[in-house]
């Protein structure tokens, strides 16, 4: 008996009110090409690409993305896809098809390219691409469960609205952005917030820069 041929559809995606940490979920469908072969569960991992080349870009966008892709006459090397993040879900019992939640954690570490390349970009759509892997289990002809691997060539495209990603940070972190540094550093900004008497980060950043922007000028 053949095993199942399992076919994969992103068909939308929301951002959870109330999640342990900032996530996207992403409406996966899947189809059973052989519904005759019941699936008893299927242990899902998923690899996310960001299709950079897949859109078109503004001149701020190019802008905003300098340090990911480097001067706008390079793209031509440059714009290639790059890494977002991998997913693993786990699909109850069905034969024929199923809409399942393919929950995607998101950072909003700077440090990270693709938080970078998402906060670069002003509207549109965000090219993506799902890569699928994993293990199905499901139903022999004895009425004995089998195992059966998901073909690597199994992937799904979807546009993501950059209008969601953006909901979805505001949620968690309005009107705000995070920034990692070293250990050291972080002790010399500290000392230099007490000495001037400061009593914010951002008054702290914002007196660094007025010093260095008066330097600049002299």
Same mark, same amino acid.
């Given at each position: 008996?053949?095993?199942?041929?399992?076919?994969? +559809?992103?068909?939308?995606? +929301?951002?959870?009110?109330?999640?342990?940490?900032?996530?996207?979920?992403?409406?996966?469908?899947?189809?059973?090409?052989?519904?005759?072969?019941?699936?008893?569960?299927?242990?899902?991992?998923?690899?996310?690409?960001?299709?950079?080349?897949?859109?078109?870009?503004?001149?701020?966008?190019?802008?905003?993305?300098?340090?990911?892709?480097? +001067?706008?006459?390079?793209?031509?090397?440059?714009?290639?896809?790059?890494?977002?993040?991998?997913?693993?879900?786990?699909?109850?019992?069905?034969?024929?098809?199923?809409?399942?939640?393919?929950?995607?954690?998101?950072?909003?570490?700077?440090?990270?390219?693709?938080?970078?390349?998402?906060?670069?970009?002003?509207?549109?759509?965000?090219?993506?691409?799902?890569?699928?892997?994993?293990?199905?289990?499901?139903?022999?002809?004895?009425?004995?469960?089998?195992?059966?691997?998901?073909?690597?060539?199994?992937?799904?495209?979807?546009?993501?609205?950059?209008?969601?990603?953006?909901?979805?940070?505001?949620?968690? &972190?309005?009107?705000?952005?995070?920034?990692?540094?070293?250990?050291?550093?972080?002790?010399?900004?500290?000392? &230099?917030?007490?000495?001037?008497?400061?009593?914010?980060?951002?008054?702290?950043?914002?007196?660094?820069?007025?010093?260095?922007?008066?330097?600049?000028?002299?």
């Amino acid at each position: 008996m053949d095993a199942p041929d399992l076919n994969f +559809e992103v068909s939308g995606t +929301e951002a959870p009110t109330f999640a342990a940490q900032p996530q996207l979920l992403f409406k996966l469908h899947i189809t059973n090409a052989r519904p005759a072969i019941s699936i008893h569960s299927v242990m899902l991992r998923s690899q996310i690409q960001i299709a950079a080349p897949r859109r078109r870009y503004s001149l701020q966008e190019k802008e905003n993305l300098l340090d990911v892709f480097g +001067e706008p006459p390079r793209w031509g090397e440059t714009l290639r896809p790059l890494l977002w993040t991998h997913a693993n879900v786990v699909a109850p019992q069905f034969s024929d098809e199923i809409t399942i939640d393919l929950p995607v954690p998101c950072t909003y570490d700077f440090e990270v390219v693709s938080t970078r390349y998402f906060d670069a970009l002003e509207d549109g759509e965000i090219p993506l691409t799902f890569l699928f892997s994993g293990t199905m289990f499901y139903v022999g002809t004895m009425g004995n469960l089998q195992v059966g691997q998901i073909s690597w060539q199994k992937e799904a495209a979807y546009r993501l609205p950059v209008a969601t990603w953006r909901a979805m940070i505001q949620h968690y &972190y309005p009107n705000s952005a995070w920034l990692r540094l070293h250990k050291d550093v972080f002790e010399q900004l500290v000392r &230099y917030k007490a000495t001037q008497g400061l009593t914010t980060w951002d008054e702290t950043l914002t007196r660094l820069l007025e010093a260095t922007h008066k330097k600049a000028h002299l």
